[in-house]
């Protein structure tokens, strides 16, 4: 599969799941408060949940995982004039390519314009830092079903290699 097919597909997932209500910015302004704090503001900080949340639309993690990620880009933010003007530059982007707020767009509409924007540096950064904050937390891999290395085990052949249950013997 490819990067765009799965970026597609996510966001098709998370555009019609459960993440749905957060996609609509309902995450609790309590919520952002308690974890950012050095440079968004509340807008820059809904919009970067819903648009983090719309890349990894994990059923099984609740949105304090997602809250972690922009609590990193708000650090991130802080400590660099030129991190600080592309993630800025990001969302007023995707916000003038909605024609207004892009996480009031409809599902339909954040999916054509993350397309558009998914070869920008902006997007590659949120991307990245994503993946970096989410799958090195421990907590997360384990709630995703992740057993952990196998080396020490003797690798995966004979341990998890073949035990998925939806094939026939």
Request: avoid cysteine; proline fraction near 2%.
């Amino acid at each position: 599969m490819k990067r765009r097919q799965f970026i597609a597909d996510s966001v098709r997932l998370a555009l019609g799941t459960r993440a749905a209500v957060s996609m609509s910015g309902m995450i609790s302004p309590m919520a952002l408060a308690g974890t950012i704090g050095k440079t968004f503001n509340d807008h820059e900080a809904r919009t970067l949940f819903v648009l983090v949340h719309a890349m990894f639309p994990h059923r099984d993690l609740d949105d304090s995982y997602y809250l972690d990620v922009v609590a990193h880009l708000d650090t991130q933010t802080s400590a660099s004039a030129r991190f600080s003007g592309l993630i800025r530059t990001g969302i007023q982007t995707l916000d003038e390519t909605a024609g207004g707020s892009w996480v009031d767009a409809t599902p339909e509409r954040k999916l054509q314009i993350l397309t558009a924007l998914q070869e920008e540096e902006f997007f590659g950064v949120i991307l990245n830092r994503a993946i970096d904050v989410l799958y090195r937390n421990q907590e997360v891999l384990t709630r995703l079903g992740y057993q952990g290395s196998s080396i020490e085990f003797g690798g995966y052949l004979h341990r998890g290699f073949d035990d998925i249950g939806w094939l026939p013997e």
